[in-house]
């Protein structure tokens, strides 16, 4: 339509037209309603798609809705693969397709998501086993996917036909609109069903459109390794290689359709494509987009940009100040604007005077006075008759079942059964004459039966459910038939296996030889009905639980009366029954009410409906049967075959029974039905729909009519209106349309009325859709046992406006929602179990499955085996599609076709759907009868079990109620906030560390390297440094004197090899180890200034040794000093293949030391010189160096000495890696300023050796010990099960006062706390366990000493953080998060909370920057690009008002102090200071500041497969990458639970997830991860993900 020529129109359409296109350039209308607007001025001009019969009002004569024409196109339809009956109708397939036609226009561009091969080839033909049809006799409901012709017509085509004839029907514009879908174009003509993906062969992927949309004009991109395209040869369904695009159509991108046959030229050097060079890949509508994963969600970001449906106002308040948005009534939806309807009567019912006064009585009277009347005939699977059961044949058999019930089970004196008592009846579908014997044997008993599925194995879908029923019952027996029996799963013993949730039963088989004869004077006795239980059926609710509805005997013979005189039923009439006879309109025609009549039924099992859907017909014909009862997918079924039939004739029905008529998408198989038969004999009102539920019985059924009867009704109702609830016969729209017809009248002696389904059962309007009421003898009285849901669904007093009741005995809801149309015929429009109520607007579950199936389903789906419900995230409900894919289908079609399953929704329902799965054929959880079990699948999909295999979710399009972005305030001014100490009220938040002040006798050295004399003289043979290997002996040690002399040979071989002069940068590349510290001190006594270097990987040189030569270059080194290991490393081969290693600096090896002293030895002039320099990369992928003077280092060591209280008579073990911040500080410095001993045990040992640590810990009786949050973790899961096998080997940890952990991060509380838990049995005390706090301008601010108060821990309101807020909450409360204090403020530390925009301080508890001021701050960054404005704002900020004059240190984290009730060591009240996280890594989303951390935490406790998780922004985007510990298979599982539990829980949308494998996130050696590098690595497709998601 869009590209249609604008000329063809009048002059003033195409003003209008001009003036539409500025408004939606200017933003004065959205693109939708742009849209509709320019379709309503141009809908005129163009050529209309027929919908037939959709205008007919209510109450109309009918007319035959179908033209022969289109009777034929039904007939060829139908063979390209059979349908579901239920959802069929031509005239919703032709509003599908024109919804989708106008969604041509705006071309939506999904970026299809990224699937690892091996994930891909678990649907390819190999793999395939046919969808399971063998429920045995079982099946019933839809399960069988594609009905019975399955086998005798292939999937592609019947001579041409095969193509979905869509040409016959729309206008050529729909046909240039199927080009866009090439999965959905016509396979090729008689292709089989396994070639069917590859026959998009030639013409490439059939994308029609502008290749100028292709990305930047070029045909190459980069592609995925991943895609399963480049394994042609092994993956026969694969899609052919449609690389050949060529450039030079570039006179295409007018829109026109191009011919995209490749050339020949082009077609011979096709060439498999490598990772870097790239392919086209298809999105949903066909537009080529590059695979890259950064186009890709560019993408993305597109397709989100256009204009969502018109925000909404109003809001309620969350708790404070995250506003969730509620949906407000729209001013202009339809009201009802009927009167109050009048509950409407049925006729009485008659009292006829030869009625027997019970079900008993009337089987008793003719099984004597007529017993070779026949009552049943079964047919065996041939169609051929099995067994003639009569009344006398009955009568005796119930007789023998009921005495040997009462007498023949248990003792004389105890009998098991007594009357009144529950029994459960197990009959498979093809045995009907056992189930009718062992119901009436029953009743005759006094015993009330429970008729039940047959369990087929341990773990049915509902069977535990139904065990729960029986339980509740008190069942103890179950009957059964003696095939039934033989066939039960049973144990290696022979007996019958308990089933899952079963209570335990006596299987008692009823065959008559089998029991034992009745004494001749033994009579049952016979009573007229009472109020006694006579049955109780099983009803399976929404949610899976299954409940009992108890019938009573007088409402049973009531029911059976009036379907007796409703359907006119004579003695000796003939019925066919194709239904379930355990339940429903089966068992109240074909067991109770012929019975009642006299009547003789024929049989039709569901497995002779599988090989002959035309069974039911012919034994019709053969018995000249008056009456049928079937279900819409036996007419559809019976449309399907009837071809080879010539002899059929129906003339002898007078009513055609439709069980599920009430079912809106049955109306199209009665239609189809009758147009197709009425040739052989059908009369048009023969055909009778009726609605039923398992609590009212029987609701309406419409009679057979007789000629001068009201002719039967049909309502054209616009689906808009009835999502608000309202009746409106549709005129306008056309497409979104729900067509009805009548079930009939209410039925004799019954009263109806129909209530609003929310709210007090007031009544409802004319025009106005409610849930149907009924109130009469014959419904169920209750649900078995539970009275409280009974009061709640069986009695119901509907109430008239003015609130008064409408009558004074109860009516009974029956589940169904409908109207009384004007002449008081009954329309039903869905179920309430199938409503969902999204956004205040009611959706039925049929309806959008009949939607799905309308897009040429045939070559992606079973029909019958798709699954619709509601999930409720983020306070409304959520639409969820699951659907059987077929083994053929290619990734690309199905994806295409769920694109368009959204737009159709979207167009016809004006609904999102939140999430749509594919799953492989066969595995969704059935239910007894072969339907899905829907619960079941609900509950897969919750759990995170339904191992789909593609996945589509579209959050961005139907979560509509987020809170709105938040703007920030302005601040308010200084002046208005300061007075003296506090800030608005408040004490300001500052805090500081003890003084400085006490020297002692290694304090009056202003020098470490003079430190280090001083104690090589006086205390020459105290061991500092003691080197643990993996064994946890001692591998090296060091004395102060040994360190003193080794440095000195360092300090001579820098002054004569290198010829380094004062001040020359060294980098000291060496392993943890000894060597590194006296390389250290030989650089302080040369004079050189120091920078320790992590040495690369050996294993995994490119990654890391390009940050070793970076950090060389970036520090401005002279020479590489380092191990001779190391040393050839650098030069290796895989070292020049990574690096340009002529560049190094030069490199000397240490390993063999000369005997020469230096001349001497150097000694700094001033305190504030360099002493070393200390790099580190940032989480944020940041390298950054920081300078360390002279003072600052000897400040530092004093305030840990002080802080630790650290004496050379101490022992410290230290488990950290000694490169950068508090952990080189604690490895190299403080060992030689307080003489204690270090017992270094390098990290990477921990990995052969886990208990490592700890047991040096404990041999050492180490009182303080240094960690990282990777050290904690590897022994949190590689020591969790071995604790007392430590204990034994006698580990005690009960000496340790302080283990702390070393980070720059927010403390991991769960990690710390399960470490403790863990570790508490080997005597380690909980408040031992701490943390510390440092970062690149201090690099220890916080640090847990030995005699202050223990950490704290606190619980704020995670909303509140993310506006920036302190919001103290209590433990447990919703969002909350726990905040544990970062360890003790160290001596000589000052610290200020200020606002980092306005550099202003903060109030005690609000959240801000930590500022910093301290002797051993760092004195700036070691830059090479000398960034000064940087540095000045880092290093030397003040603040903006208050004190202005000090200079602080910004330390870039967010945190909040606060003032304890604990006092200091010197008396004071304590302040905590709670780091919260760093401003950097924060994410600002929709205005508001989220830590990953927070996000990261939610998503790995979602489900037990996310081992670790990672989020990033990118282009405002939140990524979310999950580490997958477990089957390929469950990755798809985690794309809708990451995606819930993130808009729950912090409001977001998530709009890509990725799965990858574990180990891909990458973590440096603090354990924090690196969360740029992951996205880099995403964007450059450098992760090989199992599976990439785009939600939309």
Not at 2 to 17: I, M, N
Not at 90 to 117: C, F, G, I, N, W
Request: with cysteine; proline share 6%.
């Amino acid at each position: 339509m869009a590209d249609r020529d604008t000329g063809a129109f009048p002059s003033e359409v195409r003003a209008r037209l001009a003036e539409l296109e500025l408004e939606l350039s200017e933003g004065d209308i959205t693109q939708k309603g742009y849209e509709k607007k320019r379709s309503k001025l141009i809908g005129a001009y163009l050529p209309q798609s027929p919908v037939s019969g959709s205008e007919v009002a209510v109450g109309q004569e009918r007319k035959t809705p179908v033209t022969p024409s289109s009777s034929s196109r039904y007939n060829r339809r139908r063979l390209s693969g059979s349908r579901d009956e239920r959802y069929r109708s031509d005239v919703h397939t032709e509003a599908v397709q024109a919804a989708l036609a106008k969604h041509k226009e705006r071309k939506m561009a999904v970026p299809m998501p990224s699937k690892r091969r091996s994930l891909v080839v678990q649907t390819s033909m190999d793999a395939y086993t046919p969808p399971d049809t063998s429920s045995g006799s079982e099946g019933e409901g839809n399960g069988d996917e594609d009905g019975p012709e399955e086998n005798s017509v292939g999937e592609g085509g019947v001579g041409g036909d095969g193509t979905s004839s869509l040409e016959d029907s729309l206008g050529t514009e729909h046909w240039a609109n199927r080009g866009l879908h090439p999965a959905s174009s016509s396979t090729t003509t008689g292709s089989s069903a396994s070639s069917s993906s590859s026959s998009r062969g030639s013409g490439g992927s059939g994308a029609v459109g502008r290749l100028a949309d292709v990305l930047q004009q070029h045909a190459h991109v980069a592609a995925h390794l991943h895609r399963h395209r480049l394994h042609r040869t092994e993956n026969h369904s694969a899609p052919p290689d449609v690389t050949g695009y060529t450039n030079n159509s570039s006179s295409s991108s007018d829109g026109t359709q191009v011919d995209r046959t490749p050339c020949p030229a082009h077609a011979a050097h096709k060439h498999t494509p490598k990772y870097g060079n790239a392919e086209l890949m298809e999105t949903g509508d066909g537009v080529p987009v590059s695979s890259r994963v950064s186009a890709k969600i560019q993408q993305l970001v597109n397709t989100l940009k256009r204009p969502k449906r018109p925000p909404l106002r109003e809001f309620f308040v969350d708790d404070f100040e995250e506003l969730l948005e509620v949906q407000q009534p729209d001013p202009n939806q339809p009201r009802a604007e009927g009167a109050q309807m009048e509950p409407s009567q049925g006729e009485l019912l008659g009292v006829v005077t030869n009625w027997p006064p019970s079900l008993e009585a009337a089987l008793q009277r003719w099984g004597t006075i007529s017993p070779k009347a026949p009552c049943l005939s079964t047919m065996d699977p041939n169609g051929k008759p099995l067994y003639v059961l009569t009344y006398g044949k009955l009568w005796s058999r119930c007789v023998k079942v009921a005495y040997n019930l009462l007498h023949k089970l248990g003792s004389k004196q105890e009998p098991l059964v007594r009357p009144g008592d529950r029994v459960a009846l197990v009959y498979p579908n093809n045995d009907p004459s056992a189930f009718i014997t062992a119901f009436y044997g029953c009743l005759l008993a006094e015993v009330v039966p429970v008729p039940i599925e047959v369990p087929l194995s341990r773990k049915d879908a509902g069977s535990q459910q139904i065990g729960f029923l029986l339980g509740s019952c008190g069942v103890t027996v179950a009957l059964t038939s003696d095939a039934c029996h033989k066939g039960l799963p049973k144990s290696p013993t022979g007996e019958i296996q308990q089933f899952k949730g079963w209570p335990k039963v006596l299987w008692f088989v009823t065959e008559s030889k089998h029991l034992s004869k009745p004494p001749r004077d033994w009579f049952p006795l016979i009573k007229d009905a009472t109020q006694d239980t006579a049955y109780i059926e099983y009803k399976t609710c929404k949610d899976g639980s299954v409940l009992g509805v108890t019938v009573t005997r007088l409402a049973m013979l009531a029911h059976c009366q009036a379907l007796t005189q409703c359907c006119s039923y004579t003695e000796a009439e003939t019925i066919v029954n194709v239904l379930d006879f355990k339940k429903d309109v089966g068992l109240w025609h074909a067991v109770l009410t012929s019975v009642m009549n006299m009547m003789h039924v024929i049989s039709i099992p569901y497995a002779l409906m599988k090989v002959n859907p035309l069974s039911w017909i012919q034994k019709v014909c053969l018995y000249k049967a008056k009456v049928a009862c079937v279900k819409s997918r036996d007419m559809h079924w019976a449309l399907v075959a009837h071809r080879d039939q010539r002899d059929i004739n129906l003339s002898s029905l007078r009513m055609l029974l439709v069980a599920d008529g009430s079912n809106p998408w049955s109306i199209s198989s009665c239609d189809a039905f009758l147009n197709v038969f009425q040739t052989k004999g059908l009369r048009s009102e023969v055909i009778c729909p009726c609605a039923s539920s398992p609590e009212a019985l029987t609701v309406a059924i419409r009679g057979p009519e007789e000629e001068d009867s009201t002719p039967p009704g049909r309502g054209v109702l616009s689906m808009s209106g009835l999502s608000h609830g309202v009746i409106r016969v549709d005129s306008e729209e056309k497409l979104s349309v729900l067509t009805l017809q009548d079930v009939g009248f209410v039925m004799p002696g019954a009263l109806m009325c129909v209530v609003r389904p929310e709210g007090p059962p007031q009544l409802c309007r004319t025009d106005e859709i409610g849930e149907i009421c009924v109130c009469t003898a014959a419904t169920g009285s209750s649900y078995y046992g539970l009275s409280g849901m009974t009061k709640n669904t069986f009695e119901v007093f509907p109430l008239s406006s003015a609130g008064s009741p409408v009558s004074e005995a109860p009516f009974t809801r029956t589940g169904l929602l409908g109207f009384i149309g004007p002449v008081g015929l009954i329309f039903v429009a869905g179920k309430m179990d199938g409503l969902m109520v999204v956004g205040a607007r009611r959706h039925n579950a049929d309806d959008i499955v009949a939607t799905a199936l309308a897009v040429e389903p045939m070559k992606f789906v079973y029909r019958g085996r798709i699954a619709v419900f509601s999930i409720t995230v983020l306070h409304d409900e959520r639409i969820v599609v699951v659907a059987e894919q077929r083994p053929d289908s290619t990734e690309e079609d199905s994806f295409q076709w769920m694109s368009r399953v959204l737009q159709a929704i979207d167009g016809i329902h004006q609904v999102g759907v939140y999430c749509l799965a594919l799953v492989p054929s066969n595995t969704l959880p059935k239910t007894p009868l072969g339907g899905i079990h829907l619960s079941e699948t609900k509950q897969l999909f919750l759990e995170g079990a339904l191992h789909p295999c593609n996945v589509l979710m579209c959050p961005h399009t139907c979560v509509t109620n987020l809170p709105k972005p938040r703007q920030k305030q302005p601040e308010i001014g200084p002046a208005s906030v300061m007075v003296g100490n506090l800030v608005s009220g408040k004490r300001i938040a500052q805090a500081s560390g003890r003084d400085l002040t006490q020297m002692e006798d290694n304090d009056q050295f202003l020098f470490l390297s003079e430190v280090l004399q001083w104690r090589a003289q006086t205390t020459p043979d105290h061991v500092l440094y003691t080197l643990l290997n993996s064994r946890g002996a001692i591998a090296s040690s060091l004395t102060c004197v040994q360190l003193h002399k080794r440095a000195e040979k360092i300090a001579a071989i820098l002054s004569e090899r290198a010829h380094l002069q004062d001040g020359d940068h060294v980098a000291l590349v060496y392993p943890p180890g000894v060597d590194l510290v006296v390389a250290f001190y030989g650089c302080l006594y040369a004079g050189c200034v120091p920078i320790t270097v992590r040495p690369p990987h050996p294993q995994n040189i490119t990654t890391t040794l390009p940050t070793v030569k970076m950090i060389v270059e970036v520090s401005r080194s002279v020479c590489v000093m380092t191990t001779q290991v190391i040393s050839k490393l650098l030069r290796s081969k895989e070292a020049t293949a990574t690096v340009d290693v002529r560049t190094w600096p030069p490199v000397i090896d240490t390993d063999d030391l000369p005997k020469k002293k230096p001349p001497l030895l150097h000694k700094p002039l001033n305190p504030d010189t360099l002493a070393y320099l200390d790099f580190s990369v940032s989480t944020t992928g940041m390298l950054a160096g920081v300078k360390m003077s002279h003072s600052a280092t000897s400040a530092f060591c004093r305030s840990i000495k002080l802080q630790c209280e650290l004496y050379p008579s101490r022992e410290v073990a230290i488990c950290l890696d000694p490169y950068c911040g508090l952990g080189f500080v604690l490895w190299c410095l403080c060992s030689v300023y307080s003489g204690h001993q270090s017992i270094l045990i390098p990290p990477s040992e921990l990995e052969l050796n886990p208990a490592l640590w700890l047991s040096a810990v404990s041999q050492y009786k180490v009182r303080d010990t240094f960690c990282s949050y990777s050290v904690m973790e590897l022994c949190t899961k590689g020591l969790g099960l071995q604790t007392d096998g430590l204990k034994s080997r006698g580990v005690d940890l009960s000496r340790v006062r302080t283990c702390v952990v070393v980070a720059e991060e927010r403390p991991r509380i769960a990690l710390t706390q399960s470490f403790s838990k863990l570790f508490k049995d080997l005597g380690l005390h909980t408040r031992a366990v701490s943390t510390s706090f440092g970062c690149r301008v201090n690099l220890a601010i916080c640090l847990q000493g030995t005699s202050g108060p223990d950490p704290t821990t606190v619980f704020v309101d995670m909303r509140a953080l993310r506006h920036d807020r302190v919001r103290l909450v209590e433990r447990g409360s919703p969002h909350s998060l726990s905040v544990m204090e970062s360890g003790k403020i160290l001596p000589g530390v000052r610290i200020i909370i200020a606002n980092p925009e306005t550099k202003g301080p903060m109030g005690e508890s609000h959240l801000g920057e930590i500022w910093v001021q301290s002797g051993h701050n760092a004195s700036g960054y070691f830059t090479v690009y000398g960034d000064e404005a940087l540095q000045s704002d880092h290093f030397c900020s003040r603040l903006s008002f208050g004190d202005t004059q000090t200079v602080w240190a910004r330390t870039g984290y967010l945190g909040f102090l606060r003032r304890t009730e604990l006092t200091d060591a010197n008396g004071e009240r304590h302040d905590a200071l709670y780091v919260v996280g760093a401003l950097e890594e924060a994410m600002e989303l929709r205005g508001m500041r989220y830590h990953p951390i927070d996000i990261e935490t939610s998503v790995i406790r979602t489900h037990k497969s996310i081992t670790e998780c990672a989020v990033f922004t990118w282009t405002n985007l939140l990524v979310v990458v999950v580490e997958l510990d477990g089957s390929e298979h469950e990755a798809l599982d985690l794309v809708p639970m990451v995606t819930n539990v993130v808009l729950e829980e912090h409001y977001l949308i998530v709009g890509v997830v990725v799965v990858v494998d574990i180990g891909v996130i990458p973590i440096n050696s603090r354990g924090e991860k690196q969360r740029m590098h992951l996205r880099d690595g995403f964007l450059a497709d450098q992760l090989d993900p199992i599976y990439v998601a785009y939600n939309m």
